[in-house]
């Protein structure tokens, strides 16, 4: 299936707009918000699949997050991809049913159904469209909590555009958010 548009996305507008999205989602969990952008790297594709991703991947975090928890959302770049990721201190999944959380209407507990009442798509939904935009998605514990990690190619650097100034000063940055 082909794209529908290519679009030139910087990772960080994208998370911003995410994490401002669930701003109360991560109020009612008392959750802090944390973004770490060492890089800015441009991907290409589609905005609104690719805000679905981060969306879908946020929500999880806070949802499998401990009141009073920590999320963090960080983007780098790592050769000719750029990586985003997101780490919370929840729960975890166990070790052997990591591979599954990506498949359609796996939950690693029906039991918690009542409470958060997913339907088990949402990780299905991130890793097919992560493979549409040619990137790859991987999950694993973080002990405590879950990283999940994407991986999309590069289309450009705002890095490249910098002047040696902002490049001195500006390279790493931490915005924490309380949301
Ligand atoms: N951050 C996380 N911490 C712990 N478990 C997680 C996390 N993210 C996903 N999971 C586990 O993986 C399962 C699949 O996640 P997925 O997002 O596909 O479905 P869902 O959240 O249950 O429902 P939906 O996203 O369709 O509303 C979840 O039910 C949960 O068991
Ligand atoms: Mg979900």
């Known amino acids: 299936m082909p794209l529908r548009t290519n679009e030139q996305i910087p990772l960080r507008s994208l998370v911003d707009e995410v994490v401002d ?13 944390a973004g770490r952008f060492t890089q800015s ?10 805000t679905r991703v981060l969306d879908n991947v946020l929500r999880n975090a806070i949802e499998y997050s401990l009141i009073d928890g ?6 780098r770049q790592d050769g000719g991809e750029a990586v985003l990721a997101v ?5 975890g999944v166990p070790d052997s049913m990591l591979a599954s959380i990506f498949e359609p209407f796996f939950r690693v507990d029906e039991s918690r159904e009542s409470s958060t009442g997913g339907l088990g798509l949402g990780l299905a939904i991130v890793k097919r469209t992560v ?21 999309l190619p590069i289309a450009a650097s705002k890095d490249d555009t910098l002047s040696g100034h902002r490049r ?5 940055q931490e915005t924490n958010r309380v949301a």
Do not use: F, M
Request: glycine content about 12%; charged content about 20%.
């Open 21 to 33: 999205a669930n701003a109360l989602n991560a109020l009612q969990k008392r959750c802090q918000v």
């Open 131 to 151: 493979l549409l935009h040619g990137g790859s998605v991987t999950a694993r514990n973080a002990g405590p909590g879950l990283l999940i990690t994407v991986r």
């Open 41 to 50: 790297p441009v991907v290409t594709g589609d905005r609104a699949l690719l």
């Open 87 to 91: 780490r919370d201190y929840g729960t």
């Open 168 to 172: 001195s000063d500006g390279l790493s």
């Open 70 to 75: 920590r999320i963090e959302v960080e983007v």
